[in-house]
Structures are given as C-alpha cells and as structure tokens.
C-alpha cells in the first residue's frame, strides 16, 4: 500500500513540475517536450516525498470540482478585500485598527494549511505572521474583534469550508 501512496505521489509530481516547465516554455516542439518530461522527471525523483502531500487522488473529479470552487471562493476574497484597501487608500478618514489576531483551524493537513496561510496572506490587509499547530496568527488591518470565533469567520472561515472537502 506504502508504495503506491509514494508511486502517486511521484507522478503527481512529475506532472506538476512538467506543467510548470510547460507554463515557462509554451512550446509544443517534441524536443521542449522530451527536455520538460526529463528534467521533470529527475527533479521528481529528488523531489516527490517532500514536494506533494495528496498524490492523485487531487485530480478525482470530485476534488477537482472542490478545486475550482475554491478559486472562486478566494478571487472573490481578493476582489472584496482589495476594494477595502483601496477604499482606506483613497478615503485616510477612514479608520483602521490594526492588530494580530487568533484563531484555531480544522484543517489537518499540514499542506491544507499552507494553502490557507498563503491564500489569507495574498489577500490585501491581512497577513499570516504564524502558524503554531492549529493556531493561526494574522496581521489583520481592521480588527474588528478579538474573539476567535468573529476573527475565523471575516478571514478564514470560506477558505477553509473548502479546503475541509478538498484535503479530507
């Protein structure tokens, strides 16, 4: 079982590196091709323990779905988000209250976290400081509460509903 679990992990790999080297070329010649396919394949093979935490289970069609979902969810955070910055740009009346704040996610899977730590980070006016366990800690522009529970929901809580069916 252990070795199947790695033989997906490693294809998974392979195919990511590939489609970034693709991404980076975007060329169709057979030589870009074979020369994206072998060096995606070395670099896998040093690579694929530490660089994938789900293997192909990732590109079920349900996941996928989930997937897709999830940019959703995060470009409208991004728009919503970079409309309040700009509205405190623009208006220096408006008052901020800057702060870090905590809260406790549901997530387990150490990759999951990533992806919400960065998502949390590249939308504009907050900004993951820490990550400790399951505590997260964020920069937050506008703290609007200390509890926990408030902080969750105006910053996490969208982000990780679909990360849960994603990572589980």
Not at 144 to 162: G, L, M, N, P, Y
């Amino acid at each position: 079982m252990q070795s199947i679990s790695l033989t997906s992990r490693f294809i998974y790999t392979w195919i990511i590196l590939f489609l970034i080297w693709y991404a980076f070329t975007t060329s169709l010649a057979p030589a870009e091709l074979i020369t994206g396919g072998v060096v995606s394949f070395i670099l896998s093979i040093f690579t694929f323990k530490i660089f994938s935490c789900c293997g192909l289970k990732i590109f079920m069609p349900n996941k996928l779905i989930y997937v897709i979902q999830y940019l959703f969810v995060f470009v409208i955070a991004l728009i919503k988000s970079n409309f309040d910055v700009a509205r405190r740009v623009i208006s220096p009346s408006l008052p901020i209250n800057p702060g870090i704040v905590e809260f406790e996610t549901k997530l387990t899977n150490d990759f999951a976290k990533m992806v919400l730590a960065n998502s949390i980070t590249l939308t504009p006016g907050t900004l993951t400081v820490d990550l400790i366990d399951n505590k997260f800690y964020i920069h937050w522009i506008d703290v609007v509460s200390d509890k926990q529970e408030i902080a969750f929901k105006e910053i996490a809580e969208d982000f990780e509903k679909v990360l849960l069916k994603i990572f589980k």
